[in-house]
């Protein structure tokens, strides 16, 4: 599939055009990691998706601003939504429909006996009514899911469910295909004009940056790393971005052979990070200053290591390494990356 060469004023017209809402402190830094590209020996900035604002951040902030507008428009007064224990999404939906005064109930399955910690505990701290169940079985989840939202429209309330409203994922690709509007404009700024690596977990946003820095024409290649087997871990690009297209009015629709995704920093499993991760963490906190988390961020930036040591990276490039934040599941990996004990 190839996306319709567009301007920037044609792309920024048809966003411009959805309703929307705003959220997301935005535009973030794009900061330049002087420490790391020296230890890496490429150019790497670091883009601040983590410092979005709402909720301690992160990419989903930005796709609050369509989402919720979605739901408003709907005429919702409670947001439903059913996302599992580490989930970075039940945090920032959550908080967003607090922020434009919706109630807010997460069905977290398989979280039953998990500790009160990272995004969850969050959820509990902004008022969720959180339903953490056992099973994580679809059709028991569903069911589970079913009945309860039965239950809302006999109470009379108007649910916005996150599971099959197209925009609670679509907005994603929306979202970046937005911020690649900012990024360019950013790099324009400090005269980066070509060989542009950027790396990012695979995922909505993913589909966003891709398929706008394509119609942009943008000297840009998109790596989108997964973090988990496509099935575990959320990263359903083709259907996300397809429904992006169709809400801004774009006939064409990517198919799985668009996609590239790199399936080698998945480590053990969907938020389970492996030694590389770990200590990708530990490298960036170190030089930067700056934290990673261990489902998402900390298996892109093992991408980017893996890159620079394999010399992948000519001197002519500039990485940017998109900072999607996570940073409530570091507590819940506390074990796996703190260094020693202290006892
Ligand atoms: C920290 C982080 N990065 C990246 C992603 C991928 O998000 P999306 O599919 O919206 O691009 C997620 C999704 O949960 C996330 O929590």
Known sequence: ??????????????????????????????????????????????????????????????????????????????????????????????????????????????????????????????????????????????????????KLVEQGRTVYNHIKEHMSRSSATIAYMEATLEIDEQLKKIDITENIEMFIASGGAHGGLMLASQALTLPWTVHGVLVGQPEESYADVVTWSNNALNHLGFSERLTWDDVEQLDKYIGPGYAKPGQDCIEAIRMVAELEGILLDPVYTGKVMAAIIDYAKDNRFTEKDTVIFVHTGGLPELFDFADELKRRDYT
């Open 1 to 150: 599939m190839k996306m319709p060469t567009l301007t920037r004023l044609d792309l920024r017209q048809r966003i411009d055009a959805l309703p929307r809402i705003n959220i997301a402190c935005i535009p973030t830094p794009l900061q330049e990691a002087h420490n790391l590209s020296n230890e890496l020996g490429v150019r790497i900035l670091i883009k601040r998706e983590d410092l979005t604002g709402l909720a301690m951040g992160g990419n989903k902030v930005r796709h609050m601003d369509f989402c919720m507008a979605d739901a408003i428009q709907k005429g919702a007064d409670v947001s439903l939504n059913v996302n599992p224990w580490m989930s970075n999404n039940a945090r920032i939906i959550g908080a967003a429909s607090r922020r434009v005064g919706l109630d807010y109930i997460n069905v977290a399955p398989a979280s039953k006996s998990r500790p009160i910690q990272g995004n969850l505990l969050i959820q509990d701290i902004i008022g969720t009514d959180m339903h953490l169940l056992d099973t994580s079985e679809p059709s028991e989840v569903n069911e589970y899911v079913d009945k309860l939202e039965t």
